[in-house]
């Protein structure tokens, strides 16, 4: 009886720990997803999410305009648009953001793309890659408020020096769409930080 109520005290303080734990990425994702540090880059990184059919979807597209933003204030020189496809004989994501631009005025020299990537990991290396290609050193991230905890610290690992610059007309605006995506993302933030205790070098 003894060792069931010793056992029941330390399930209960697991629990406690584990919510304590949650509750704390929690208030990191919500507390950074305000923080814009928007200063001079040499280019913007605008995080894909997806397109149908040659047609950025209504969130890519936002971060898509929050990077016009960003390259016609003059913060930036040029602009970085991700994302690939899963089916090849598609367009990719990259590729419909750049005819988005392109439809709003900006210069084709102005947009380069990266089409190879799946994921926002990809995304961020990808980029890097492009940027030492082209000489350049610093970037401002673009993405949903809620998605830039993430995005930051994968840019880091990416060796990326970064400025984040969440876009201000993010669609997930109400409590349903909202918190789906909010535990979609304290989800992959507490994997990856325990993917760079084991894994990462």
Partial sequence: MKKIKTRYKVLILLFFFFTIYIGKN??????????DQKCRADVAVILGAAAYNGE?????????????????????????????????????????AKKYLLSQGIPEEAVLMEDQSSITQENL?????????????????VSDPLHMKRAMLLAEDAGITTYSSPTPTTRYVSLRTKIPFLARETFYYIGYQWYRVFFHQ
């Fill in 26 to 35: 929690v208030f990191d994702i919500c507390s950074f997803s305000t923080e």
């Fill in 56 to 96: 950025v979807s209504p969130v890519f597209r936002e971060r898509i305009n929050h990077g016009i933003t960003l390259y016609e204030e003059g913060d930036v020189d040029r602009l970085i648009v991700t994302g690939g496809t899963a089916d090849q004989t598609e367009e990719s994501d990259a590729s419909a």
């Fill in 125 to 141: 290396e990808n980029s890097k890659v492009i940027m030492e290609e082209n000489g350049y050193k610093t970037a401002i991230i």
